[in-house]
């Protein structure tokens, strides 16, 4: 690194929680070398973003495209039928941030504590039993054993079902939800819509990992991200249609026809295992970070705001050239 110049920070992945990540790493005055599958990423020219492409999971090239990094970020997101890649990407991961010698923060979900009563805070058992709860059970335990190791010094942000610009059709607050309202359709929702569940707003997600990878005060464990109280998923459409000046109907799947259309929808199918973070009361208790770090949540209404500014706002260069556009509303 030339004395004086930024130092870099190295994302794998650039959806939704990469390309925040990216945009708040930018806003510190890091310099940002992105990695993905294609080497695609439409806004990179006008941020001066580096972008590179190759397999994560490749430990030759995660070496090289970590070399000279201070921090390694994996945002690495997959459809559902591909999780069973995750342990071979996190191994590629640690093998580029170890041969870096830099710092490595995973952003992680909160499925590998599976169905708790109560409200999922730090320190609880990992003990998922379904197959992708496992999936992550599995790389994060890669990752932690490779700090116990001395391999590299990591930490894990863990972020619920998150929201805000750039989250399309993936996020449950996304497309089916912002996108319709926006378009005078009802919302569209799985599960119960009047239980509580913790929302994670992209942007504060990006915040927090990216204060555990300047700060390293996290390494070793892992932290739960700040979310704002938990509210009914009715209300959120409610708040939004409120801010928007739209109807705030919402459309709900029943869980048994979940499993009806699993038959038909691979992504319906793999669906199914995680249902109980919609059926139930799911929420987070994100107060060990917020005290340790002095990092708090945007409050609810901001964030909901900002994000239907976001969807209101005519696509500009730094949207992906990846991600759906905002603008195709699912029927």
């Not at 870099?8 to 510190?28: C, N, Q, S, Y």
């Amino acid at each position: 690194m030339t004395p004086g110049s930024p130092d870099l920070h190295v994302i794998f992945g650039t959806g939704p929680l990469g390309l925040a990540l990216m945009r708040e790493l930018r806003a510190r005055g890091h310099r940002v070398r992105m990695i993905n599958r294609s080497a695609r990423v439409g806004f990179a020219k006008d941020l001066s973003t580096e972008v590179g492409g190759g397999d994560a999971a490749d430990p030759k090239l995660t070496r090289e495209v970590c070399e000279g990094a201070s921090v390694v970020y994996h945002c690495v997101g997959l459809p559902y039928e591909r999780w069973s890649e995750f342990p071979g990407i996190m191994r590629g991961v640690v093998e580029g941030a170890a041969s870096a010698g830099a710092r490595l923060v995973y952003g992680d979900n909160l499925y590998g504590y599976g169905h708790v009563d109560g409200p999922i805070r730090d320190g609880l058992p990992e003990s998922a039993t379904t197959v992708k709860g496992r999936l992550r059970i599995e790389a994060a335990t890669l990752l932690l054993d490779a700090h116990r190791a001395g391999r590299v010094r990591a930490a894990i942000g863990r972020g619920s079902d998150f929201f805000g610009p750039g989250a399309t059709d993936n996020a449950m607050l996304g497309a089916r939800v912002f996108g319709r309202l926006l378009a005078g359709k009802p919302a569209q929702f799985v599960g119960d819509p009047d239980r509580l569940h913790s929302y994670t707003y992209l942007p504060d997600f990006a915040r927090a990992l990216a204060r555990l990878g300047e700060d390293g005060a996290g390494a070793g464990q892992s932290w739960i991200v700040p979310n704002a109280p938990a509210v009914t998923t009715r209300s959120i459409v409610q708040s939004i249609a409120r801010i928007a000046g739209t109807g705030a109907k919402i459309a709900v799947l029943a869980p048994w026809m979940v499993g009806l259309l699993g038959v038909f929808s691979p992504v319906m199918r793999e669906l199914k295992e995680m249902l109980y973070e919609f059926t139930d009361d799911f929420v987070t208790d994100s107060t060990r970070f917020e005290d340790s770090f002095d990092l708090h949540a945007t409050p609810l209404d901001t964030a909901l705001a900002d994000t239907v500014a976001w969807w209101k706002a005519p696509p500009t260069a730094t949207e992906t050239l990846e991600s759906p556009s905002r603008r195709r509303i699912l029927p």
